[in-house]
């Protein structure tokens, strides 16, 4: 499978241009130069930052260009200090991966999707030049399976849109299921030049994801451990999480212990693939909830950071700051040791 050079080891700055207020005050102090003086001292190579279509579009479709002018300036900081940039649109109209966000709409409004198209041309446009250290992600975890066939055709017009302003970019593409490594066998393009196959990975969500408030099922005072048993997992996950537990552990023996072959199981198929498509793959967000032990925690990355690099899956923890999963947040100080040397 082709490495993708630049792009091994990352992190995101969730929280900063998306999943915010939207705010002045936000966008100038929550990220800020040290920060990524901070990051390029930990021995990363990229970072991938969200943003919402609210950065950039007025509720008329109308551009912001303090907005467009926020992105530049990160771009401008990744080249100053050396990194990377994964542009991720994590939010555009009429769809949002977060069910709370109430956008939806976009799979089946020709509308939407033009808009969708028209501000990936503006992307382009503005930010193809960088193409050497610039990548796309066109849009952030399409959620339902029955969006799979109207997604490859949307992702597959707008990468044709963008390939006619900024040929040279890199392009990112996920799946279904929240870009579950399992839906990267059924992305389906005409093209795969510059293309890199992306997924996510939060499994099992029972560890990554307990006590989340935003889970549906999960109780807010669960806790488990890491590494645990296939029997003890999925008997969980029968009791608190039943819509993402269905068939969890079957063929395992009950008293196996989750670990790295875990992680080679779970992307085997994403890892053909690529293979089979001779393009990059590539994990745009993992990482565990601040609820979860620091024991547990740790293990959990030393085994799926292991996993990534026998096989050059370039990554990027989720994420930097707050948004529940925070690497630097108070508390994480000797988490945070230990990560660093495994990002």
Known sequence: MKSWEGYQRGVNLGGWLSQCSHTKERYESFITEADFAELSGW???????????????????????????YIQRAIDWCGKYGLHMILDLHKTYGFSFDDGE????????????????????????????CSSRVAFELL???????????????AD????RIRAIAPESRILVGGYWNNSAHAVKDIRLSDYT???????????????????????????DFRCAYPATYGEYAAAM???LPHAGRGFGEGKAADELLGQPYFEEL???????????????YCGEYGVIDLADEESTVKWYEDIHAVFVRHGIGRAAWSYRQMNFGLVDPGREKLLEVLRRNL
């Open 43 to 69: 021995g990363i190579d990229h970072v991938r930052i969200p943003v919402d279509y609210n950065l950039v579009e007025d509720d008329k479709g109308e551009y912001r260009e303090e907005g467009f002018a």
């Open 102 to 129: 109430k956008e939806e709409g976009f799979f089946e409004s020709g509308a939407c999707q033009e808009r969708f198209y028209r501000l990936w041309e503006q992307f382009a446009s503005r930010y193809g030049r």
């Open 140 to 154: 952030n975890e399409v959620t339902d399976p029955g969006y799979c066939q109207a997604w490859n055709r949307i």
């Open 157 to 160: 017009t707008c990468i044709g």
């Open 194 to 220: 510059n293309v890199v196959l992306n997924f996510h990975c939060y499994d099992p969500m029972l560890f990554t994801h307990q006590g989340a408030g935003w889970v549906r099922e999960m109780p807010r």
């Open 238 to 240: 029968k009791e608190h």
């Open 267 to 281: 992307f085997a198929g994403a890892l053909e693939e690529a293979e089979r498509r001779d393009v990059p793959l």
